[in-house]
């Protein structure tokens, strides 16, 4: 039996994958590669001395799924793949409908064809909305601010419909905090496309030179030093929740949502002060004005996971800040291939074919 992730060859999905492969899983993943990187995948394999199947395939092509629930034993799904930025979503609101509402539609429809009801969504802690002061549990009225955390809040909802009109469904809801960190190899990390939204991918590109310096948004909210609060969580720590969350869904039956957060809240500043240390290098910032849709302090209760899911957070914001730097060192233009004279070639490593309009291509990487 196969767990299938969707969006496996992201930030969240290659770490993901290589605990999965870790615990002993078969693991297929199905991407798109609109955000994801075929390199992390075939680095995933390297850290876990295991292959996995890789499948290029837009949830939008029921086709192209069916094949793979059709070529694999599928036991259950843990769903990532979603476009995941909150400002391209204010400028793009179909396209984060269609690709994170109507793309769950189609692959539920294929997990339903073929029997398939046990689920692990990726959600986000914005479905809190604005109003949420921490520290954040679970049974918090949902609301929220902009299409991207919509998308969340719409398929939850679907999701809920779906268990009530069969009960034989088994869900779990993963509400992430703020995801930071690589995995300790450095072989795998936060690749972002362009100018990265997010504060530790920042740092780290004006660590190694990249930025001219960070842009604190905002220095007088209500905290402790009058910068915006949020609750960091290792990746890997994120990562196990998963596999904690596939343990109960694969157990029981039901739906239940869980926040994925350390429960601490730590500063834009302390951020950085935590980040200077880890790196040994200075990060040059000036204050400018909030940013339009920002809270001032957002962190977890995170007691549901730890008493549910017998999960929690083990790792501090010091392992954070030194396994992203460790990332963003070895790997100064992410996953990009840097070639002789700094010339850089974007080496798609995916050997296998890939989807044909009537087949599926598969292959490892
Ligand atoms: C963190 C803090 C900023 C960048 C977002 C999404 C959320 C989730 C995680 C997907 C805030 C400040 C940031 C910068 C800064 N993504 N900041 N300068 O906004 O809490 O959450 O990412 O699920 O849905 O909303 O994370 O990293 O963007 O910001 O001062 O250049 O850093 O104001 O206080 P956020 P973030």
Same mark, same amino acid.
């Given at each position: 039996m196969s767990i299938l992730v969707t969006g496996?060859?992201?930030?969240?999905?290659?770490?993901?994958?290589?605990?999965?492969?870790?615990?002993?899983?078969d693991v297929v993943v199905a991407d798109n590669f609109v955000n994801g990187n075929a390199e992390s995948l075939r680095r995933v394999e390297e850290i876990a001395h295991r292959s996995l199947s890789v499948y290029r395939c837009d949830l939008l092509d029921s086709a192209g799924l069916r094949g793979i629930f059709e070529n694999?034993?599928?036991?259950?799904?843990?769903?990532?793949?979603?476009?995941?930025?909150?400002?391209?979503?204010?400028?793009?609101?179909?396209?984060?409908?269609?690709?994170?509402?109507a793309g769950?539609?189609?692959?539920?429809?294929?997990?339903?064809?073929?029997?398939?009801?046990?689920?692990?969504?990726?959600?986000?802690?914005?479905?809190?909305?604005?109003t949420a002061s921490p520290p954040i549990s679970e049974g918090f009225s949902l609301?929220?601010?902009?299409?991207?955390?919509?998308?969340?809040l719409v398929v939850e909802e679907i999701l809920g419909d779906l268990h009530a009109s069969d009960p034989r469904w088994s869900i779990a809801l993963l509400r992430y905090f703020n995801p930071i960190g690589a995995h300790s190899s450095g072989r795998i990390g936060e690749d972002p496309c362009g100018?990265?939204?997010?504060?530790?991918?920042?740092?780290?590109?004006?660590?190694?030179?990249?930025?001219?310096?960070l842009r604190i948004f905002g220095?007088?909210?209500?905290?402790?030093?009058?910068?915006?609060?949020?609750?960091?969580?290792?990746?890997?720590?994120?990562?196990?929740?998963?596999?904690?969350?596939?343990?109960?869904?694969? $157990?029981? +039956? &039901? =739906? /239940? *949502?869980?926040? !994925?957060?350390?429960?601490?809240?730590?500063?834009?500043?302390?951020?950085?002060?935590?980040?200077?240390?880890?790196?040994?290098?200075?990060?040059?910032?000036?204050?400018?004005?909030?940013?339009?849709?920002?809270?001032?302090?957002?962190?977890?209760?995170?007691?549901?996971?730890?008493?549910?899911?017998?999960?929690? $957070?083990? +790792? &501090? =914001? /010091? *392992?954070?800040? !030194?396994?992203?730097w460790r990332w963003q060192l070895g790997n100064p233009m992410g996953y990009a291939e840097m070639r002789e004279g700094g010339q850089i070639i974007h080496e798609n490593r995916i050997r296998h074919s890939v989807l044909a309009v009537s087949g599926v291509g598969e292959g490892s990487l």
């Open positions: 496996g060859a992201g930030y969240i999905g290659s770490h993901l994958c290589a605990e999965l492969l870790e615990a002993g899983y694999h034993r599928i036991e259950a799904v843990i769903h990532l793949a979603g476009l995941k930025a909150v400002g391209e979503s204010v400028e793009e609101p179909l396209s984060y409908y269609r690709n994170n509402v769950t539609l189609s692959l539920l429809e294929t997990m339903r064809r073929f029997e398939v009801r046990k689920l692990v969504f990726s959600s986000s802690a914005t479905v809190y909305g604005s609301g929220v601010t902009n299409p991207y955390g919509r998308t969340k100018v990265p939204s997010n504060l530790m991918p920042y740092i780290t590109q004006v660590a190694i030179g990249q930025r001219e310096e220095n007088d909210y209500p905290t402790l030093d009058g910068t915006g609060v949020r609750d960091y969580i290792h990746v890997v720590d994120l990562a196990t929740g998963h596999l904690q969350a596939l343990r109960k869904i694969v $157990a029981s +039956r &039901g =739906i /239940d *949502a869980y926040n !994925l957060g350390t429960g601490y809240g730590v500063s834009v500043l302390q951020l950085v002060k935590a980040f200077e240390k880890a790196s040994g290098r200075q990060i040059p910032f000036r204050f400018v004005e909030r940013r339009p849709g920002d809270v001032a302090a957002s962190y977890a209760d995170p007691s549901k996971a730890a008493r549910e899911l017998e999960w929690r $957070a083990t +790792r &501090g =914001i /010091d *392992a954070m800040c !030194l396994d992203a």
